[in-house]
């Protein structure tokens, strides 16, 4: 995981990685983000193509940072002990997109803002993007 920003309280914003960590993240939270994370890591895999005229063991140069600048920002909060807290799926880079539905969720899907609403907020502070509830958790009624 790679550090993104604090938060109060002593929490913390990590970006996930990888499939192994995506993974780790669903079994620790009780929900689905692994099979959001493959899905979006394989498009931007298969988007990939290799600079014209590369050699053969050159072909997958800029294949890492092509997936790290087209797939959706995949992050989680944890809390100074390491408990997981909450889990974000935001645009590519964390800016705006208009078709892309912003989700952040806790344990479980429970709604993260009652608890880290402070947390999120500075998330928000840090992309320079607004994650209200009311478009970022999915089950609110």
């Known amino acids: 995981m790679q550090y993104v920003c604090d938060a109060p309280k002593g929490e913390t914003w990590f970006r996930i990685e990888t499939e192994a960590e995506a993974d780790a993240e ?3 939270m ?4 692994d099979k959001f994370f493959r899905r979006y890591e394989a498009a931007a895999r298969e988007s990939y193509r290799a600079p014209k005229g590369a050699a053969t063991f050159e072909q ?3 294949l890492k940072d092509h997936i790290a600048r087209t797939m959706p920002l995949f992050l989680t909060l944890r809390a100074d002990d390491g408990a997981g807290l909450a889990t974000a799926m935001l645009p590519p880079g964390g800016g705006k997109a208009a078709k892309f539905r912003k989700i952040i ?7 993260p803002y009652a ?3 402070d ?11 607004e994650l209200k509830r009311e478009d970022c958790y999915p089950y609110a009624q």
Do not use: E, Q, S
Not at 30 to 33: E, G, L
Not at 105 to 111: E, F, I, L, Q, S
Not at 119 to 125: G, K, P, Q
């Open 119 to 129: 947390a999120i907020a500075a998330l928000a502070r840090y992309l320079g993007v």
């Open 26 to 28: 669903a079994a620790l």
């Open 105 to 111: 969720v806790g344990p479980a899907n429970a709604d």
């Open 60 to 62: 997958d140069i800029g």
């Open 115 to 117: 608890t880290h609403a």
């Open 30 to 33: 009780r929900h689905a983000v």
